[in-house]
């Protein structure tokens, strides 16, 4: 299987503050990646596919980039509704994997 | 709008089985693929199985394969996982997702429902 490895676990930040998430996997997948977030008791939320494609709907303050290996989720500004937990999945197989996630907390 | 219901989940014995359904409405549920992903508590997401939009082709994480059963009927628009054999490590809200191609095999989740709690216990 795929591994996915994000970094960091965990992020402090400040309202306004650019916040940038990395996920990097244990092999090529082109750019079969997309991105989550989570908030406490909710379901996932897609926001990035094809590692860089804007889910229709989230915010453009909303950005991916990378291909291959390494992935960057990254959050322009960061708003007071942005404080969650964030993951990353490769689709590259049918056994898609995720990433251990990242918490973006209040600074 | 899309929408995505689980129901099922519940308190159940180790060893003993649990059906859980996911009943989909807001789009043309025959034309896509279906996943059942998984999250212990406080733990990550972890992809569960995977149905194709006509029934035909799945595919089931090495931790639940051969205990695990995904089906679904288009005609209820109603996706199904079937667990056998439960463990308490298979203790998960679990949710079902649409996928954004027909096969699933390689997709990602482009709506997924609120969940459902299982959990296995003495």
């Known amino acids: 299987d795929i591994q996915m490895t994000q970094s960091p676990s965990t992020l402090s930040a400040s309202v306004g503050d650019r916040v940038t998430i990395t996920c990097r996997a244990s092999q090529s997948i082109s750019t079969w990646l997309a991105w989550y977030q989570q908030k406490p008791g909710k379901a996932p939320k897609l926001l990035i596919y094809?590692?860089?494609s804007l889910q229709s709907g989230v915010p453009s303050r909303f950005s991916g980039s990378g291909s291959g290996t390494e992935f960057t989720l990254t959050i322009s500004s960061l708003q007071p509704d942005d404080f969650a937990t964030y993951y990353c999945q490769q689709y590259d197989s049918y056994s898609q994997t995720f990433g251990q996630g990242t918490k973006v907390e209040i600074k | 709008q899309v929408q995505l219901v689980e129901s099922g989940g519940g308190v159940v014995q180790p060893g003993r089985s649990l059906r859980l359904s996911c009943a989909a409405s807001?789009?043309?549920?025959?034309?896509?693929?279906m996943h059942w992903v998984r999250q212990a508590p406080g733990k990550g997401l972890e992809w569960v199985a995977v149905?194709?939009?006509?029934?035909?082709?799945?595919y089931y994480a090495d931790s639940v394969e051969g205990r695990f059963t995904i089906f679904r009927d288009n005609s209820k628009n109603t996706l199904y996982l079937q667990m056998n054999s439960l463990r308490p490590e298979d203790t998960a809200v679990y949710y079902c997702?649409?996928?954004?191609?027909?096969?699933?095999?390689?997709?990602?989740?482009?709506?997924w429902g609120q969940g459902t709690l299982v959990t296995v216990s003495s």
């Open positions: 149905i194709s939009f006509d029934g035909r082709t799945k």
């Open positions: 997702a649409k996928g954004e191609g027909t096969e699933g095999a390689g997709d990602y989740f482009d709506y």
């Open positions: 807001g789009f043309t549920f025959s034309n896509y693929g």
């Open positions: 094809k590692a860089s």
